[in-house]
């Protein structure tokens, strides 16, 4: 039985969109050092998406917590996509907007860092996120994909995945933050 061809063009879009990644290494292995500067410094990782890149978010912060290949040290991150009594008081009481703005608020400290995901890059939460961030002193990651949205301009990195197709923006994200994981266990003891 052969795949179907639906199945075929979407492994040929996907090894399409990782030979343009090559353009984002640059700011990934950036990414990377802020990321290991961060934790081995003692602070923390906040997350923030929303849909698949909610659950990107907790995947990522999975990965630092428990670990990735390497068994070491657990490192403090948390996926601000996770509290359903706060992701649904404040939409109730305030806004969608500040969904994950309000967490930073209360969480967030000079020299922890924000890695904001949105695919598109102008999702108003996201925006509203890394905004508090900055107020807070934090560093700010953005993966996005397509343009950049108004995420590019707003943080310290911006990782623009060569993409306008949702699900090839997220592959490529999975990509990235693998790669974080596995330069993470390199420096962990």
């Known amino acids: 039985m052969s795949a179907p061809k639906q199945f075929l063009d979407a492994i040929l879009a996907h090894q ?14 950036v990414a990377a050092k802020l990321i290991i500067s961060t934790l081995t410094s003692g602070h923390k990782i906040l997350l923030c998406g929303n849909g698949g890149s909610a659950a990107d978010c907790q995947h990522i912060a999975a990965e630092l917590v428990v670990r990735y290949h390497k068994n070491r040290r657990a490192y403090p991150a948390i996926a601000l996509t996770t509290d359903s009594s706060i992701l649904t008081a404040q939409p109730n009481d305030f806004s969608f907007e500040t969904v994950f703005s309000r967490q930073i608020d209360a969480l967030g400290f000079a020299g922890d860092c924000l890695i904001a995901i949105s695919t598109s890059g102008n999702s108003a939460n996201i925006i509203a996120a890394i905004n508090m961030a900055k107020q807070k002193n934090m560093t700010v990651i953005g993966l996005t994909g397509g343009q950049g949205g108004q995420l590019k301009k707003l943080v310290d990195v911006a990782i623009v995945v060569p993409s306008e197709t949702t699900a090839r923006i997220q592959e490529a994200h999975m990509l990235i933050y693998h790669w974080w994981c596995e330069m993470l266990d390199e420096v962990s003891a």
């Not at 990782?18 to 292995?29: E, G, I, K, R, Y």
Request: hydrophobic letters at 35%.
């Open 16 to 29: 399409q969109m990782t030979q343009q990644l090559t353009d984002c290494a640059p700011m990934v292995s």
